[in-house]
């Protein structure tokens, strides 16, 4: 076989990192690239400036360059396309090649920094030396100072992902999927215990390297934007009771910075087992939203939980907070002018940032709906929830079809529109 360009090999291994949704850069310590150890200036910077974002064909944001080392792989997870059965052209790189190609692309500002993750090659460790060695060439040989995202391989030796986490701002294990017995018969080769050690051994590392820096300044980072994973939504019968129930256990055990939920998207030779059809785009959508709710709103995974319908779904037509709240219709409508802000957070439409204006405005008057109004997109959605000076709803917010007033109309669009 003729050897592959650098230029076919990213195009193949470009491609197949598109799955991979836990890419988002945020939550680092600031570097800049001026005043090197030499006094040259280094490469790269975190400082959110010249970052060109790009998207994939299917909407991922790929502003990172976020490629794999290789997409061979000896384990046979259903659902990826670079497992050992699939029939997809294969690619390679060295770790000299991703580090030529990151410096290459931050140079001419089309990245803010890489994300590389890998199938797995040989052996796991040997993958994991590899991509450590990638780390370590743009960290040490060529100062670079832009964003680092390693995906770490949960089978590999505890002492590579601790070198991981040295070089790399983030550092994530997939989880995969929602349930043991999902995991068990979608990713064969992969062992549910073995992920949660690695992630609890991670944890352990970011918990020691935050201490050692409070007492020694020049104390070795540690993965400084923390750990993250992803799970596969719609690939398996788990349900968003099932999916937010172990975010929280993550999220709770492992102090992870985020959950990525990824919809399932049928690949080229999908294997048998598999569903044929994606699940709808907006179901991701709405766990991202429990999830913000359950990080910023003070809403716990049993909230959400009771939010969802009788099948342990979330809706798709309306979000989680408003679901909650035609549930929960008693604990409405909420006096603006008194209620705490617990109970302000529970209202539909109203966000953080509206809550926090409401409780400042109200310590020097009293707030009328007007006010309120200025605060939100829509009070038409906060109307039935809430009380004001000049305003308290009488049936309203028991109406029986509160709910069909309230989701947002589906438009028909028009197939030859402009
Ligand atoms: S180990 Fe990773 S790359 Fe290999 S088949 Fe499983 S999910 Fe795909």
């Not at 215990?193 to 590392?205: H, L, N, P, T, Y």
């Not at 991202?288 to 809706?315: H, I």
């Not at 539909?348 to 997109?377: E, F, M, N, Q, Y």
Request: net charge positive; with cysteine; aromatic share 8%.
């Amino acid at each position: 076989m003729a050897a592959q360009s650098i230029l076919q090999k990213l195009e193949i291994l470009a491609d197949a990192a598109k799955y991979d949704a836990s890419c988002a850069s945020s939550g680092t310590a600031k570097r800049n690239s001026m005043g090197g150890p030499n006094g040259r200036g280094g490469i790269g910077s975190t400082e959110g400036m010249g970052i060109c974002h790009a998207y994939a064909p299917d909407g991922r944001c790929i502003s990172l360059l976020k490629i794999l080392l290789t997409n061979h792989c000896v384990f046979d997870c259903h659902y990826c396309v670079n497992r050992k059965s699939s029939n997809v052209a294969r690619a390679r790189f060295t770790p000299q090649e991703v580090v030529d190609l990151t410096l290459a692309f931050y140079r001419r500002n089309y990245i803010e920094g890489l994300f590389l993750s890998s199938g797995i090659v040989k052996s796991s460790n040997h993958t994991m030396e590899q991509l450590v060695e990638v780390a370590r060439i743009l960290r040490e040989e060529h100062d670079f100072r832009g964003y680092i995202h390693l995906k770490t391989i949960p089978e590999a030796d505890a002492e590579m992902v601790h070198q991981a986490g040295l070089y790399a701002d983030r550092v994530s294990i997939n989880v995969e999927l929602p349930t043991d017995s999902g995991l068990t018969r979608l990713a064969p080769d992969k062992n549910a215990a073995q992920i949660e050690g690695a992630m609890g051994k991670v944890k352990a590392d970011l918990v020691e390297a935050k201490d050692a820096r409070k007492r020694f300044r020049h104390a070795p980072r540690f993965a400084p934007a923390g750990q993250s994973t992803q799970m596969i939504v719609g690939a398996d019968a788990a349900t968003d009771s099932d999916i937010v129930g172990k975010a929280s256990r993550l999220y709770d055990s492992f102090g992870l910075r985020r959950v990525y939920y990824s919809a399932f998207s049928p690949i080229p030779d999908a294997s048998a087992v598999l569903p044929l059809k994606r699940p709808p785009l907006i179901r991701e959508h709405r766990l991202y939203q429990s999830d913000w709710l359950m990080r910023f709103y003070g809403y716990k995974p049993a909230d959400v939980m009771q939010a969802t319908e009788p099948d342990g779904n979330l809706p798709l037509d309306i979000d989680p907070k408003l679901a909650w709240a035609l549930k929960f219709r008693g604990a409405f409508p909420v006096d603006v002018n008194r209620a705490s802000k617990e109970q302000l957070l529970r209202v539909p439409g109203l966000g953080v940032k509206a809550v926090g204006k409401i409780l400042a405005s109200r310590r020097h008057r009293a707030l009328r709906l007007d006010d309120v109004a200025r605060l939100t997109l829509s009070i038409t959605k906060v109307r039935p929830f809430i009380c004001t000076v000049d305003w308290r709803p009488v049936l309203l917010t028991d109406r029986a079809d509160l709910r069909s007033l309230l989701a947002p109309k589906t438009e028909q669009l028009e197939l030859f529109a402009a």
